[in-house]
């Protein structure tokens, strides 16, 4: 199957400092039994917010998908920040990525940013037996997403 540019969907997320472009290359609309995959550009400054897991099959809540993020940072000499922990902190990492890096996401809350220099941009594939599109925020940061209609 071939995917042109066109094909893919745009959304605007977020505001103010989480404000970010997203494209989805691969999801409801193509044929597919396992994936998502879709692109994330984050500004200088900006962060992938608020955080969110894809962990349990707990629909139409949440459902369980993998998750991998691939980056490449403008310029290359350029870095970002990816978090990855979960609700009991058994996993509670931070990554420096930088350009051509690659951290695969099995399961916990994932944050990215772009330092303030340097643009970033994430390139993510998702799979899962139930393909949808769903995530859980981390509650701590719940009324983020729901004051975001206000922001805006």
């Known amino acids: 199957m071939l995917i042109k540019p066109e094909d893919n969907k745009e959304y605007e997320l977020g505001v103010l400092n989480w404000k970010r472009k997203a494209y989805f290359i691969i999801d409801e609309r193509m044929k597919s039994e396992n994936f998502y995959i879709g692109e994330t550009f984050l500004s200088p400054g900006k962060w992938a917010f608020p955080p969110h897991r894809h962990d349990y099959d707990n629909y139409p809540e949440e459902v369980e998908m993998d998750e991998i993020y691939h980056y490449r940072v403008s310029p290359e000499t350029g870095f970002g920040i990816q978090l990855l922990y979960n609700d009991d902190k058994s996993i509670d990492n931070s990554y420096t990525v930088r350009n051509g890096d690659t951290v695969i996401i099995p399961e916990g809350y994932h944050p990215a ?31 983020v997403k729901n004051c975001e209609n206000l922001l805006k």
């Open 113 to 143: 940013s772009a330092s303030p220099a340097d643009s970033l941009y994430i390139l993510w594939f998702m799979a899962g037996k139930n393909r949808y599109f769903l995530n859980k925020p981390d509650k701590n940061y719940e009324w």
